[in-house]
């Protein structure tokens, strides 16, 4: 024979319901008591902070002891006996919805001094290390190419700096080699042309000689085949 049971009555299943979906509960107004007392009691934090914030009705007798709960779990169970404590000696009691609003601000604010603490002591220690980063210095290579590749000589490869001892060495010899070009080129005279051709007076061949200086030309005139003294033009600046 099966065990009888009695049925569950309506105001049973509407209070499971409502429970189950007090996410979806925006206010609780029009509703009796003792039915909140069995409902209220299954919210979380942030659904009564929700559902009181919308309902117009006083929840204070329904909701104190839940206030009271939520307080001892943020904020530690001696600093809720030392709260009671207080309230005790000095006879003046609030409610535990108002003592938790002033605790959470409170603990807002001192979170946010600690956190820019925090902040400012970060970017302190952030700009202590890139000061006393090394900075990489990048060599720029030389702006004409042409001057490299394309044989600008030896001053391309005196500002070219080499670490090779064969390379180093190169640009010695060829700045050498341009010092002495250099040096034979200021002590010497370079002859343009020498002429053999025929005096007008005396008819004997003569031979002319024209030396060009940086800064003037001389020609000179010595008969060929005899030992008369060699006759000077007048140089031509």
Same mark, same amino acid.
Request: hydrophobic letters at 30%; aromatic letters at 6%.
């Given at each position: 024979?099966?065990?009888?049971?009695?049925? #569950?009555?309506?105001?049973?299943?509407?209070?499971?319901?409502?429970?189950?979906?007090? @996410?979806?509960?925006?206010?609780?107004?029009?509703?009796?008591?003792?039915?909140? %007392? +069995?409902?209220?009691?299954?919210?979380?934090?942030?659904?009564?902070?929700?559902?009181? %914030?919308?309902?117009?009705?006083?929840?204070?007798?329904?909701?104190?002891?839940?206030?009271? +709960?939520?307080? @001892?779990?943020?904020?530690?169970?001696?600093?809720?006996?030392?709260?009671?404590? +207080?309230?005790?000696?000095?006879?003046?009691?609030?409610?535990?919805?108002?003592?938790?609003?002033?605790?959470?601000?409170?603990?807002? %604010?001192?979170?946010?001094?600690?956190?820019?603490?925090?902040?400012?002591?970060?970017? =302190?220690?952030?700009?202590?290390?890139?000061?006393?980063?090394?900075?990489?210095?990048?060599?720029?290579?030389?702006?004409?190419? +042409?001057?490299?590749?394309?044989?600008?000589?030896?001053?391309?490869?005196?500002?070219?700096?080499?670490?090779?001892?064969?390379?180093?060495?190169? @640009?010695?010899?060829?700045?050498?080699? =341009?010092?002495?070009?250099?040096?034979?080129?200021?002590?010497?005279?370079?002859?343009?042309?020498?002429?053999?051709?025929?005096?007008?007076?005396?008819?004997?061949?003569?031979?002319?000689?024209?030396?060009? #200086?940086?800064?003037?030309?001389?020609?000179?005139?010595?008969?060929?085949?005899?030992?008369?003294?060699?006759?000077?033009? #007048?140089?031509?600046?």
């Amino acid at each position: 024979m099966e065990s009888w049971r009695k049925p #569950r009555s309506l105001v049973d299943l509407c209070v499971e319901k409502a429970i189950d979906n007090l @996410r979806q509960v925006n206010h609780v107004d029009g509703i009796a008591t003792e039915l909140l %007392k +069995r409902i209220l009691p299954h919210c979380t934090l942030p659904q009564l902070k929700h559902i009181v %914030k919308n309902t117009h009705m006083d929840l204070s007798d329904v909701t104190d002891p839940l206030w009271r +709960r939520f307080y @001892r779990q943020q904020f530690g169970e001696d600093h809720t006996n030392l709260v009671i404590n +207080r309230m005790k000696e000095s006879g003046i009691y609030y409610t535990w919805r108002e003592l938790f609003e002033v605790k959470e601000k409170q603990q807002e %604010k001192l979170e946010d001094k600690m956190l820019k603490k925090i902040t400012l002591k970060f970017q =302190a220690e952030k700009a202590e290390k890139q000061s006393k980063q090394i900075k990489l210095c990048t060599k720029v290579p030389p702006s004409s190419k +042409r001057s490299f590749y394309a044989g600008g000589g030896p001053s391309s490869l005196s500002n070219c700096s080499y670490k090779s001892p064969i390379l180093k060495k190169a @640009r010695m010899e060829a700045n050498s080699r =341009a010092r002495l070009q250099s040096a034979i080129q200021k002590n010497t005279f370079p002859r343009s042309s020498q002429q053999i051709r025929m005096s007008s007076s005396s008819g004997q061949p003569v031979r002319t000689t024209t030396v060009h #200086r940086p800064n003037s030309t001389i020609t000179i005139t010595k008969p060929i085949g005899s030992n008369r003294q060699i006759q000077n033009s #007048r140089p031509k600046f």
